[in-house]
C-alpha cells in the first residue's frame, strides 16, 4: 500500500511556542528544520507516494516544495485539526481511494524504514495511531481507503484517538516515528536518536550560542 502523508506547520513565527526557553530567537528556523528532515525522510520511505504540506508560510511552503512535498495553503485557519481534515480532502478530491497519514512536523530523528514499519502495521486497519514518545500524545493518523481521517490532535490525543475506535499501533523499534519536539528535553532526546541533516545544522548553532554563554 502507497500513502499518501499529510504535515501541518504553523506559520513559522508561532511555531515550536514551547522550544522559546531553549531555543529563543532560534526557534522558528529550528522548527523549519525540523519539518525539512520530517518531509526528507518521508519522501524516501518505500510505502510513501506523496507528501502534502498544509501551511500558510511563505518560506517554509518553498523550503518543502523544494523537496518535492506539494503544499497546500492552510484555508480553513481553525487549528490542527482543521488544518489536517482540509489537507486529507484535498489528496482525495483527486483520489478518492488514497490511503492518508497525518503525520507530525517535528520529527526530526525519523527514519524511512520505521515510517515504513508503522505504515505496514497501519495498512491492516481502517484507522490507526501511533503514540508520540511521551505517550499522551500521538505522531501519525491513519486512514485506510474509504475511512475518513477524523483527526483528535492536541492533548491527551492518544486517548481520545482510542476512544475515536482507531487501533493504537505497535510501539517496539519505531522511536524515530514517534520522538516528536515540543521542549528542550524532547529536541536532546532527538538529537540522541540522530537527527537529519537540516536540525544537524541548526542545532550547531544553537549549541555554539549556549557555550558562548558559558
Not at 8 to 37: E, I, M, N, T, Y
Not at 53 to 60: L, S, Y
Not at 164 to 188: F, H, I, K, M, Y
Request: glycine content about 10%.
Amino acid at each position: 500500500m502507497q500513502w499518501t502523508l499529510v504535515i501541518p506547520l504553523k506559520p513559522l513565527v508561532r511555531a515550536k511556542s514551547r522550544l522559546a526557553p531553549a531555543a529563543g530567537g532560534l526557534r522558528p528556523g529550528l522548527a523549519l528544520a525540523f519539518a525539512q528532515d520530517t518531509v526528507a525522510a518521508a519522501g524516501a520511505c518505500t510505502a510513501v507516494s506523496d507528501v502534502v504540506v498544509v501551511t500558510d508560510d511563505v518560506r517554509a511552503g518553498r523550503e518543502l516544495g523544494a523537496l518535492g512535498a506539494r503544499v497546500v495553503p492552510d484555508t480553513p485557519q481553525a487549528g490542527l485539526n482543521a488544518a489536517l481534515a482540509h489537507g486529507a480532502q484535498f489528496v482525495r478530491a483527486s483520489s478518492p481511494a488514497a490511503p492518508v497519514a497525518a503525520l507530525n512536523a517535528d520529527l526530526p530523528a525519523l527514519r524511512p524504514e520505521e515510517l515504513a514499519r508503522v505504515l505496514g502495521a497501519a495498512a491492516a486497519f481502517p484507522r490507526a495511531f501511533l503514540p508520540d514518545a511521551a505517550g499522551i500524545g500521538t505522531t501519525l493518523l491513519s486512514a485506510a481507503p474509504g475511512a475518513e481521517l477524523s483527526p483528535a490532535f492536541g492533548a491527551a490525543s492518544r486517548a481520545r484517538h482510542t476512544a475515536s475506535g482507531a487501533a493504537e499501533l505497535p510501539l517496539e523499534g519505531v522511536d524515530s516515528v514517534r520522538q516528536d519536539v515540543d521542549t528542550g528535553e524532547d529536541l536532546r532526546a532527538a538529537l540522541v536518536l540522530g537527527v537529519g541533516p537540516y536540525t544537524a545544522r541548526a542545532t550547531a548553532g544553537l549549541l555554539s550560542l549556549d557555550a558562548a554563554q558559558d
